[in-house]
Each structure stands twice: as structure tokens, then as C-alpha cells.
């Protein structure tokens, strides 16, 4: 994020802190991890992908091994599936993160000695058996709803890598909101997560526990995160004035980048600019 013209440090701190962060986390444990974890909602897997990249996550741990069930749709519904991704292994947590954007985060490294892909719509077996042949040994035909063992396969359009080729496991973070929900590290930092270094952010939606899920989550975690209109508005009252549209500009942007969703990122954004526009727009002091 650029420097913040013509404001004291702290302030400018304070402003990361509230918009960056929001909630407080917890340094978490094997036992802490132990059970399913879930996606809030429909996520988006990367903002530039071309690939149909809406999914969901469906986790499992043990307190030394883990379980993902990732699922891969057409739509931002997320209800035309596409794709079932099935993987797991080992796991590792290590010390706190050398480098956290927030504290009380460890490293963790998650190996995987299995991995499925199972197509479950034409597109998929079509991309698969054409313009991703590439990627798959000569005798591979994809069949519709049929799991194919891809553990030994690299193809860097899917982001799959092979048990050899990330031997070491994926370099991520763990963390454990006070609210309850599971953050690893935001896969949007770094091309392969199997290389370091690892992220030193953490994805902001997280997940939930199984048994906590519920289809107003993501709306109810977005209006929480958005709650700190006190604090935002108290730091803002000791800008001056000529500095107050580059802050909004500012914020929207770091917004922007730490949302998964570019329509969430947009919603976030406007309303910053609905909250504080008389100030972007005429120089004057925000509600």
C-alpha cells in the first residue's frame, strides 16, 4: 500500500489496522484444527483466472493429517459443479510466522499424498481431454464423473502440483479469528504455493466449522467487518481535509486487493465512499 501523504505514522497504522485486519486472532493448535471446516459461501479462487474458478472447501483434520474436498464451479452461484478436486496428507505447525502481517499466526506446512480430479460437466471433460491435454500422459482420457489419480501430475493452469514437485509440503499460514473462523495464508500472494516464501497475509473470508455454517455467514461476517465505522470515522476526523480523497482512494484500493470477490470488493468499497463521499467529493468533514 502507498504511504499515506502528510499523515502521522500512527494514524496511518490505525488505518491498516482497522481495515486490514478487523478481527483479533488466536495462535491455534492440532486440537483447535481438529474437525470439518467450510467455505462461508462461493468463493472466488483467483480475481484473474480464466478458467471457470468459483468453489467451495470442505476440509477435515485430525490433529497430524487433512482432508480437502474442493469443489469448482461454472457459476458465482456456485451451483452448476464442474469439477470435484479430492486431496490430502500430513500437516505440520511450526513456530509463529516469521513474518506476520498479523500476530499469533503460525506456519504450517501441508503435504498431500493423494489427489483425485473428477470432472462433472462436458466443459470439464473437454478442457481436460483438449486444450489442458498438455498437462496429462498421452493414454489419458477424462470421463465424465470419474476420479482420476492426478497425485503425479504438474499442470500450472489447474495450479496442481505432483507429490514430488512439492515434496516439502505447501508453505501456508494458520490462524484462528476470536470469532471462531479458520484463516490459512491468501493464496493470491504467491504463484505456487509449494516454493518460499510463504504468504505473509491471511485470506479474508476463512471458513467455518461445519456445524456453524449458515447462508447468511458471509453477509453477517461482511457486516461485521464493515462495523468499525467509529473507529474509521474517529481517524479520519484528525485528517486534514486536502489529504481526505487520497485516504478514500486509498482505502478502496487495499479493499479491492484483500477481497476475494470483486463484487464484495466493490460493495466494501462503496460504502466507504457512500459513508464519506461528501468529503471525497466537496473537502468537507464525513458524517
Same mark, same amino acid.
Given at each position: 500500500?502507498?504511504?499515506?501523504?502528510?499523515?502521522?505514522?500512527?494514524?496511518?497504522?490505525?488505518?491498516?489496522?482497522?481495515?486490514?485486519?478487523?478481527?483479533?486472532?488466536?495462535?491455534?493448535?492440532?486440537?483447535?484444527?481438529?474437525?470439518?471446516?467450510?467455505?462461508?459461501?462461493?468463493?472466488?479462487?483467483?480475481?484473474?483466472?480464466?478458467?471457470?474458478?468459483?468453489?467451495?472447501?470442505?476440509?477435515?483434520?485430525?490433529?497430524?493429517?487433512?482432508?480437502?474436498?474442493?469443489?469448482?464451479?461454472?457459476?458465482?452461484?456456485?451451483?452448476?459443479?464442474?469439477?470435484?478436486?479430492?486431496?490430502?496428507?500430513?500437516?505440520?505447525?511450526?513456530?509463529?510466522?516469521?513474518?506476520?502481517?498479523?500476530?499469533?499466526?503460525?506456519?504450517?506446512?501441508?503435504?498431500?499424498?493423494?489427489?483425485?480430479?473428477?470432472?462433472?460437466?462436458?466443459?470439464?471433460?473437454?478442457?481436460?481431454?483438449?486444450?489442458?491435454?498438455?498437462?496429462?500422459?498421452?493414454?489419458?482420457?477424462?470421463?465424465?464423473?470419474?476420479?482420476?489419480?492426478?497425485?503425479?501430475?504438474?499442470?500450472?493452469?489447474?495450479?496442481?502440483?505432483?507429490?514430488?514437485?512439492?515434496?516439502?509440503?505447501?508453505?501456508? @499460514?494458520?490462524?484462528?479469528?476470536?470469532?471462531?473462523? @479458520?484463516?490459512?495464508?491468501?493464496?493470491?500472494?504467491?504463484?505456487?504455493?509449494?516454493?518460499?516464501?510463504?504468504?505473509?497475509?491471511?485470506?479474508?473470508?476463512?471458513?467455518?466449522?461445519?456445524?456453524?455454517?449458515?447462508?447468511?455467514?458471509?453477509?453477517?461476517?461482511?457486516?461485521?467487518?464493515?462495523?468499525?465505522?467509529?473507529?474509521?470515522?474517529?481517524?479520519?476526523?484528525?485528517?486534514?481535509?486536502?489529504?481526505?480523497?487520497?485516504?478514500?482512494?486509498?482505502?478502496?484500493?487495499?479493499?479491492?486487493?484483500?477481497?476475494?470477490?470483486?463484487?464484495?470488493?466493490?460493495?466494501?468499497?462503496?460504502?466507504?465512499?457512500?459513508?464519506?463521499? *461528501?468529503?471525497?467529493?466537496? *473537502? *468537507?468533514?464525513?458524517?
Amino acid at each position: 500500500m502507498k504511504s499515506l501523504p502528510n499523515i502521522p505514522i500512527t494514524l496511518a497504522s490505525l488505518l491498516l489496522v482497522v481495515l486490514a485486519v478487523g478481527d483479533s486472532v488466536a495462535q491455534p493448535s492440532p486440537s483447535a484444527l481438529e474437525g470439518r471446516w467450510v467455505s462461508r459461501s462461493c468463493e472466488i479462487l483467483s480475481p484473474t483466472g480464466e478458467l471457470p474458478n468459483y468453489i467451495t472447501r470442505d476440509f477435515t483434520f485430525t490433529e497430524t493429517e487433512w482432508e480437502l474436498e474442493l469443489m469448482v464451479y461454472l457459476d458465482r452461484e456456485c451451483s452448476a459443479a464442474g469439477m470435484r478436486v479430492r486431496i490430502g496428507g500430513a500437516y505440520e505447525l511450526g513456530d509463529q510466522a516469521a513474518e506476520p502481517t498479523y500476530t499469533d499466526v503460525r506456519e504450517g506446512n501441508f503435504f498431500y499424498d493423494h489427489r483425485t480430479n473428477e470432472p462433472l460437466d462436458p466443459f470439464f471433460v473437454n478442457l481436460l481431454n483438449t486444450d489442458l491435454a498438455f498437462c496429462f500422459p498421452d493414454d489419458l482420457t477424462w470421463e465424465l464423473n470419474t476420479p482420476v489419480d492426478t497425485i503425479t501430475f504438474d499442470c500450472d493452469a489447474l495450479g496442481m502440483h505432483s507429490q514430488q514437485s512439492c515434496s516439502d509440503g505447501e508453505y501456508d @499460514l494458520v490462524a484462528i479469528y476470536e470469532d471462531g473462523a @479458520l484463516h490459512l495464508g491468501d493464496r493470491f500472494q504467491t504463484a505456487s504455493m509449494c516454493q518460499l516464501p510463504r504468504p505473509t497475509l491471511l485470506e479474508p473470508k476463512g471458513l467455518v466449522r461445519f456445524e456453524e455454517r449458515s447462508p447468511n455467514a458471509l453477509g453477517l461476517a461482511r457486516s461485521a467487518r464493515l462495523s468499525q465505522n467509529t473507529r474509521v470515522q474517529e481517524a479520519l476526523a484528525l485528517l486534514s481535509e486536502e489529504n481526505m480523497r487520497t485516504v478514500i482512494s486509498e482505502i478502496s484500493a487495499n479493499l479491492h486487493n484483500r477481497y476475494y470477490s470483486t463484487d464484495e470488493a466493490v460493495e466494501a468499497a462503496l460504502y466507504f465512499e457512500r459513508a464519506y463521499g *461528501g468529503v471525497a467529493a466537496e *473537502g *468537507g468533514r464525513g458524517p
